[in-house]
């Protein structure tokens, strides 16, 4: 009940404010989002890798108002992709981007998301690595897909995210299954209204298995976002009987959420790779972790009040 209020919430100027401004904020913030510079990031970049985790890096900002916000997030991932370079790390640090950051709803928005993040995706390219469009409302999609199409005719590892959620998507999964693409299938954490989704937990857990088994039937690289360990576990079953080595699949999940998981999948020799988001725009990222899990957020109401 609470997920949808939050939700709502994520989208309020006044509630950023007063949020953001709260003391004890950056504490509860810091689990989910280890930095704000890329300075403060490479340290736990290092520290993931050397714990055999690969990484997915999403400077976190969304909801941009002009082309020059635009363009920042544009050079703030370039500004990563450097960093990266020096670490030699090659395709186990990917990046994560959110095309509304790059420009995608401002006018002209499709043309400039793209103008914006095709720089990024070569720079990738040119360190061994790639990058995944992450899925946002249902409005964007269409936009997201035909850019990560677009992407796909010269850097073909170009990933791109799928919710569970969306009536859609099991179309979306078939096409992307039979073009071989890199897909990450997750349960969606947007507010989306009842004619164009699930909304009840048990009909978004049978679609992500019926989607699941889509794309590991197909000729893509499944990428199974999700810290849910029944899921987790017909995963690995699913890629069993879908004849599937270790290394033609992976898991991903959160940074802050379920590390011992983390840690466990890599030891038994699965890919694992851990979303892990920095910046300082971080208020609508936050707000979806709270929205994930009513305890977060009694944990944040807790710790602002006996702060406050
Ligand atoms: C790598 C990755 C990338 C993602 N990218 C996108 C994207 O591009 N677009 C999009 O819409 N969504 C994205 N998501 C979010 C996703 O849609 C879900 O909202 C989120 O993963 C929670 O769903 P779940 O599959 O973990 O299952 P749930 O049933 O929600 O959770 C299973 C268990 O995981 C733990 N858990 C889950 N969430 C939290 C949390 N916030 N805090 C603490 N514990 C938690 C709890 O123990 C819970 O019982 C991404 C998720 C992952 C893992």
């Not at 298995?209 to 889509?214: A, H």
């Not at 017909?234 to 802050?256: N, P, S, T, V």
Request: with cysteine.
């Amino acid at each position: 009940m609470l997920g949808p209020v939050i939700l709502a919430a994520s989208r309020s100027d006044r509630m950023r404010r007063l949020i953001s401004a709260a003391p004890v904020t950056r504490q509860v913030v810091d689990r989910f989002i280890p930095g704000e510079t890329v300075d403060d990031i490479v340290p736990v970049i290092k520290d993931l890798t050397a714990e055999g985790l690969e990484l997915t890096m999403d400077v976190v900002g969304e909801d941009i108002t002009t082309p020059e916000q635009a363009t920042a997030a544009r050079d703030a991932y370039l500004r990563l992709v450097e960093r990266l370079k020096e670490l030699e790390l090659g395709p186990r640090v990917e990046m994560s981007v959110k095309l509304s950051m790059f420009g995608q709803s401002l006018p002209g928005g499709h043309e400039l998301a793209l103008a914006n993040v095709r720089p990024v995706v070569e720079a990738a390219a040119a360190i061994g690595t790639t990058v995944t469009l992450d899925a946002e409302d249902h409005t964007t999609l269409d936009s997201m897909f035909a850019i990560h199409e677009e992407l796909r005719k010269d850097f073909p590892q170009t990933g791109c995210v799928i919710q569970a959620y969306l009536f859609r998507t099991e179309a979306d999964a078939r096409r992307l299954a039979a073009s071989g693409s890199r897909v990450r299938l997750v349960k969606g954490a947007y507010k989306e209204p009842a004619e164009v989704a699930y909304q009840q937990k048990h009909e978004i857990d049978k679609a992500y298995v019926r989607i699941l088994k889509t794309l590991m039937e197909g000729e893509g690289y499944p990428m199974v976002g999700s810290h849910d360990p029944r899921l987790i576990s017909i995963a690995q079953d699913l890629a069993h009987k879908a004849g599937r080595k270790l290394d033609e699949y992976e898991f991903q999940m959160l940074y802050g959420i379920r590390g011992d998981e983390h840690l466990r999948l890599a030891a038994e020799g699965h890919r694992m790779r851990v979303y892990t988001a920095y910046g300082t725009d971080w208020y609508g990222y936050f707000m979806r972790r709270l929205a994930e899990k009513p305890a977060n957020l009694r944990f944040f109401v807790r710790s602002m009040i006996s702060k406050g």
